[in-house]
């Protein structure tokens, strides 16, 4: 069962819901818990649908928090008890499917309000929420197996109060459940923003959190598995029903696995939590604040709580300052944290003792200068470049001076947002400082996180390289490089070596 458990959790299991979900048929008490877990394993494809359901299919963001100082405000405690309701109905059915659909549903609602950042609202939150969750499930398996994850599952039960109350008929035992959960993660909110670093984890969203971070969700994670492992047991014991008798075998799941399809997926999901958390890191760099670039799920909610908890408007809200993520960190001179600067680092110094060729020895100068007309900028065509002059912006020098914000406002076009907007003036300022750069080398190396000529003079060639193998397969890298051959060792090269030459935009 150990072998068939794992094979299907490195297969299914792509976000922490998926994992929690999953960890938590381990942990089942009730009667013929063996054959329950079957039940959930065969029927994976609805048990782990249903787990992401609540984010992406109903988007009822507000049921997905408990903000404990704000009098419990949030949907969550009443959507947990329908979709426990709907899975006592479903069981006492036997409709199976539908059992293990509901059941996912429910581990969703019981698991968000058990997660810090749901517990709360504040402007300082949106720094790092989003690095947060990508953290988490990129290292889900490495907190789950800490001593502060195994205690707080071998400590874990509820308060006399939910303890009297599950035992009674009925499930006044939930809330109560819900909220002491709720609770003690609240205690954890301020600790998540002032021991996560985004400075740290932009690149890799794992290697912002501290040794205090990592304690506080090793912890939490575990309290949430024991809690969807004794909800599943209330269930089923009201339910009153015995499991069906299912088999699954490793040759079985095996005969239905793609690897290769596997690790496809696996990396687009990735690629695209990468670039929701560049986009928040690019706002807070340039704003102090990250307010355009959240997530759908985090902005309803902000807005939600505005209105109805703050009573202000969005406008008030956004120009209410923040405090800096990360403060609470201690990290001795001595201790280095491994990020993909390390790594990129360690290639620099391997590249260092390769010769310059001797093209790269003469002196280069930017393709691109500020007086240069608007057209001639990166990702910039004839149209836009009417548009923009429209509004004012006739050359470069226009562009990078001007306030994003108000001129896409000025512009009216859906598909030109304030991150669009910002994206032209990043291309357009590396191709200004960086020598030897061609327009569609500065929107690669944007997309990539590399935006300024320093950054891509301290970065070596073979690390650039692997990090454009993504954005060239992608969409975006296909439109950028409209057929053309994409970049090979000898042109990064040529674009550090033109880096190191830079000018300042004046």
């Known amino acids: 069962m150990k072998l068939l458990f794992r094979i299907l959790y490195a297969q299914k299991c792509t976000s922490t819901h998926h994992k929690l979900a999953l960890d938590a048929l381990r942990y089942l008490k009730v009667e013929h818990s063996a054959d329950w877990a079957t039940l959930f394993l065969t029927e994976i494809e609805q048990y782990t649908d249903g787990a992401k359901a609540p984010d992406k299919k109903f988007k009822d963001f507000r049921n997905h928090v408990l903000h404990v100082k704000d009098n419990f405000w949030g949907g969550a405690v009443p959507t947990a008890e329908l979709w426990y309701a709907r899975l006592v109905e479903r069981l006492k059915d036997k409709d199976w499917r539908r059992v293990a659909f509901c059941a996912g549903v429910l581990s969703h609602y019981v698991t968000d309000p058990l997660m810090p950042l749901h517990t709360g609202q504040t402007e300082d939150e949106g720094q790092v929420h989003k690095f947060i969750e990508w953290g988490t499930a990129k290292?889900?398996?490495?907190?789950?197996?800490?001593?502060?994850?195994?205690?707080?599952?071998?400590?874990?039960?509820?308060?006399?109060?939910?303890?009297?109350?599950?035992?009674?008929?009925?499930?006044?035992?939930?809330?109560?459940?819900?909220?002491?959960?709720?609770?003690?993660?609240?205690?954890?909110?301020?600790?998540?923003?002032?021991?996560?670093?985004?400075v740290r984890g932009r690149k890799n969203a794992a290697d912002g959190f501290d040794d205090t971070s990592r304690e506080s969700l090793a912890t939490l994670l575990g309290w949430s598995i024991k809690a969807v492992a004794f909800v599943l047991d209330q269930a089923i014991a009201?339910?009153?029903?015995?499991?069906?008798?299912?088999?699954?075998?490793?040759?079985?799941?095996?005969?239905?696995?793609?690897?290769?399809?596997?690790?496809?997926t696996r990396r687009m999901a990735d690629k695209q939590e990468r670039k929701v958390v560049t986009a928040i890191w690019k706002e807070l760099q340039e704003t102090g604040k990250v307010v355009h670039s959240l997530p759908e799920d985090d902005q309803a909610i902000r807005t939600a709580h505005a209105e109805e908890v703050l009573q202000i408007s969005i406008d008030e809200l956004n120009r209410r300052p923040t405090r800096k993520a990360g403060t609470g960190q201690q990290t001795p001179p001595e201790t280095q944290t491994t990020t993909d600067r390390d790594v990129i680092a360690i290639s620099t110094a391997r590249d260092a003792a390769k010769p310059v060729p001797t093209d790269q020895k003469r002196v280069l100068r930017p393709y691109l200068q500020p007086q240069n007309h608007i057209v001639e900028a990166p990702s910039i065509g004839p149209k836009t470049a009417d548009r923009l002059q429209r509004i004012g912006i006739h050359t470069v020098r226009h562009l990078l001076t001007a306030d994003a914000e108000q001129s896409t406002e000025q512009l009216?076009?859906?598909?030109?947002?304030?991150?669009?907007?910002?994206?032209?003036?990043?291309?357009?300022?590396?191709?200004?400082?960086?020598?030897?750069?061609?327009?569609?080398?500065?929107?690669?190396l944007i997309e990539i996180g590399i935006d300024t000529a320093e950054e891509l003079a301290n970065t070596a060639p073979s690390a650039i390289l692997e990090l454009l193998k993504d954005v060239v397969a992608s969409k975006e890298g296909e439109r950028i490089l409209r057929g053309g051959t994409p970049p090979d060792l000898a042109e990064v090269e040529r674009w550090v070596a033109g880096a190191t030459q830079r000018r300042e935009v004046a």
């Open 412 to 444: 009216g076009q859906h598909w030109i947002t304030v991150d669009v907007f910002r994206k032209w003036q990043r291309q357009a300022s590396l191709m200004c400082s960086a020598a030897g750069l061609r327009g569609h080398d500065a929107q690669l």
């Open 238 to 264: 009201e339910a009153n029903v015995a499991p069906p008798k299912r088999s699954l075998t490793v040759s079985a799941v095996l005969s239905s696995v793609s690897v290769p399809i596997f690790w496809v």
């Open 139 to 198: 290292i889900y398996r490495e907190l789950v197996t800490t001593h502060a994850a195994a205690r707080a599952m071998q400590n874990w039960k509820l308060t006399a109060d939910g303890q009297a109350a599950s035992a009674k008929a009925g499930n006044d035992w939930l809330p109560l459940m819900i909220i002491q959960g709720a609770t003690l993660a609240n205690e954890h909110y301020d600790v998540m923003i002032d021991h996560y670093d985004p």
